[in-house]
């Protein structure tokens, strides 16, 4: 392998205003900097070791959607500059180039906008248990990640730390309002469905996703990632079969691994093998590649 993960985004002269599982957020006045690392996490705990390349992958790819659906809704990017960027940045631009985007400062809001068009995950376990996701009841007859006869918009609540909880839409109105909660709902499901009938006819399946928006100006926007295999479940369509877990494009192979071992997934994690790393950096790099239709990295990517 050619390249080092970059787990600890350290900028001297520069302290990071937010550090999250992936993102640190640089505050330079007028906007923030986001600087995605290659930190993986799973089962809300950040494991020991990186995905070379990922952090690129999630802010190249979130970038070029952002381009795709902005006049569906508004989004906070500014530009993925690196050339003019402030000091202390500007001495480590090749470092940040396809990790890095200015964006608009925003009021994010506390709600997770989760879309769903498969039946997988703690959605399948839900149905399976009530025949419903969030509340919301589903007909009889779906198997294991059979395809939805609608996508449906299953929120929950941002925890700060632990686990979101789901809730419902009326707990979400109840939350921020009934109007912006249907706000949150249709552009949600018009983003899913935009991306999702992109993505087919790219060989991949987007089964769920997960937006996050705030109010920058008063007006709804989209903010953090978007359609990254970090926020979503890609499935390569060629090997789909309703009744099956499908195979992945995403982190969920870095879960399957942690699964088969005997750790209580509490912190510390244990570190990822090499092979893990490897294929699971093969998997961010094909889902950008067949998505985008062009190599990382390379221009206009």
């Not at 006869?149 to 730390?161: C, L, M, W, Y």
């Not at 990254?228 to 995403?250: N, V």
Request: proline letters at 7%; a neutral charge.
């Amino acid at each position: 392998m050619t390249h080092e993960a970059w787990t600890r985004i350290e900028i001297p002269g520069a302290k990071a205003f937010k550090s999250g599982k992936v993102r640190d957020v640089f505050d330079l006045g007028d906007c923030f900097l986001f600087i995605a690392s290659d930190r993986i996490s799973a089962f809300d705990c950040i494991l020991p070791n990186g995905i070379p390349q990922k952090g690129q992958v999630l802010s190249t790819l979130s970038a070029w959607w952002f381009e795709q659906t902005k006049r569906i809704v508004p989004n906070h990017l500014l530009d993925t500059r690196t050339d003019d960027l402030p000091a202390p940045f500007r001495a480590h631009a090749a470092r940040l180039a396809g990790r890095s985007m200015r964006v608009r400062k925003a009021e994010v809001l506390p709600i997770e906008c989760i879309v769903r068009g498969y039946l997988i995950g703690s959605g399948w376990k839900e149905y399976q248990a009530s025949r419903s996701i969030g509340g919301m009841p589903l007909r009889a007859g779906y198997r294991m990640a059979g395809r939805l006869d609608e996508p449906i918009f299953t929120p929950s609540s941002k925890a700060a730390s632990g686990h979101d909880e789901n809730i419902s839409f009326d707990e979400t109105a109840r939350r921020v309002g009934k109007d912006l909660a249907a706000q949150l709902r249709d552009a949600s499901l018009a983003l899913y469905r935009h991306a999702a009938a992109y993505a087919l006819d790219r060989g991949i399946i987007i089964a769920d996703t997960k937006f996050e928006f705030g109010l920058a100006d008063g007006r709804l926007t989209l903010v953090d990632e978007a359609l990254t295999p970090d926020s979503s479940r890609f499935w390569p369509a060629s090997d789909y079969r309703p009744g099956a877990s499908p195979p992945s494009f995403d982190k969920q192979y870095v879960r399957d691994y942690l699964e088969s071992l005997d750790w209580d997934k509490t912190p510390p994690a244990p570190p990822l093998p090499d092979e893990v790393v490897r294929r699971t950096r093969e998997k961010y790099l094909e889902a950008f590649r067949r998505i985008t239709g062009r190599e990382l990295g390379a221009p206009g990517a």
